[in-house]
């Protein structure tokens, strides 16, 4: 198991260091996606990779759930990685997620969609400089839709 106090984040996101800027993972991903259809996730850390000092390793997760893993040879010479990604329908409907937290679970006032919140997670092994984090909030909407409108989200 990982060690979370060990783990280096971005102490101001707005204005990072140049250790952060070598070590916090860049993550791409669309700011809504569906259920049940695939999504590409991109993890770019712009730091060096020599035999010396480089990156191992970048995971992807969410909510504790690991959603991929792409080790580094040293005959990489960039530490980019790119994860397609699945979220199944229970995570929506069993509401296991982050939920916002003044409307809690957005649920269609017209068909009953459902929208929640979560944090893609991108952990990242430097051999010199250990563990980095990074996070991308998006929204995940139940795939099931029926009406065909635009959703309205309950107050
Ligand atoms: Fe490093």
Redesign the pocket.
Known sequence: MIDKKKINKAADPAHLTELEK??VPVIEAPELVLTEQPFTVKVTVP?VMEQA?YIEWIKLSMRGRQLGEVKFSLSDTSAVAEFTVTIPEEVVAMKALEVCNIHGVNVCGDCGTKSVFTDLIALVG?N??GLWEGFKHIEIMSKVQSTGKPCKWKD
């Open positions: 070598e070590h730091h000092h430097c010199v400089h």
